[in-house]
């Protein structure tokens, strides 16, 4: 069984200031893929990255950045000078499985964390 | 890169009555397609997904179900709606376990 924990529900942030989000999940498998998504209001899921793995490197894009750790099964996601535009609830989610059967096509999601970028 | 169309995009029904939602994709061939819902304030949970026309395989035992008639094409019905059934109902894509989900739009339906 697979699990993605999102510990922060909401966070606060000014414009301007830098802004973590925190992912931990679990697995058996030792082949899975890590996802982040962003739901701005109009409701509609935006991927913004994947990960295997088997490839811990840290990516950065433009202000977004992701830290890979898998000796604490985490994947964290960091904004750098936020912008009102980055309010929105961002999801975590993972993927696992051999790729036999159906159950090895589920993305698990966690709970999101609600970001509101204050100007 | 593909692009994921639904509708209705809101859709407001009585209790008992049927449903039928559409998902429609281009830009690929041969996709696997889920149905998602979201009850609001709470996560995504993955109601049923298809690897190939007429192949639905359900993750949660519910009061829907869901047909793939055409390649690109993914219909979540209900014969008799229940107040539980409310929610945003996202469409995905994707082409296999090592490929990326990307979701349609969504359907918001408030059942009265």
């Known amino acids: 069984a697979q699990k993605v924990t999102q510990a922060q529900t909401e966070i606060s942030v000014v414009e301007k200031e830098d802004v973590t989000l925190d992912c931990v999940y679990e697995?058996?498998?030792?082949?899975?893929?890590l996802f982040w998504y962003k739901q701005p209001p109009s409701g509609e899921l935006v991927f913004l990255i994947r990960?295997?793995?088997?490839?811990?490197q840290n990516e950065i894009s433009g202000r977004y950045s992701w830290n890979f750790q898998k000796s604490t099964s985490s994947f964290n996601f960091t904004i750098t000078a936020s912008q009102v535009v980055d309010s929105a609830v961002y999801f975590c989610a993972l993927t696992a499985g051999q790729g036999s059967g159906a159950g090895s096509y589920q993305l698990t999601f966690g709970k999101g964390t609600k970001l509101s970028v204050i100007p | 890169s593909q692009t994921i169309h639904q509708w209705p995009a809101t859709l407001v029904q009585p209790v008992g009555s049927p449903l039928s939602l559409e998902c429609t994709v281009e830009g690929t061939s041969n996709p696997n397609l889920y149905w998602y819902r979201q009850a609001a304030g709470r996560g995504l949970q993955l109601l049923f997904y298809s690897v190939g026309i007429g192949q639905i395989s359900s993750e949660v035992p519910q009061n829907l179900s869901a047909s793939r008639p055409q390649d690109r094409q993914f219909i979540l019905s209900s014969k008799k709606l229940l107040l539980s059934d409310s929610g945003f109902y996202l469409c995905?894509?994707?082409?296999?376990?090592?490929?990326?989900?990307?979701f349609g739009p969504g359907t918001r339906l408030t059942v009265l």
């Open positions: 990960r295997n793995s088997f490839d811990e």
């Open positions: 995905a894509s994707g082409g296999g376990r090592t490929d990326t989900q990307y």
């Open positions: 697995t058996r498998d030792t082949t899975y893929y």
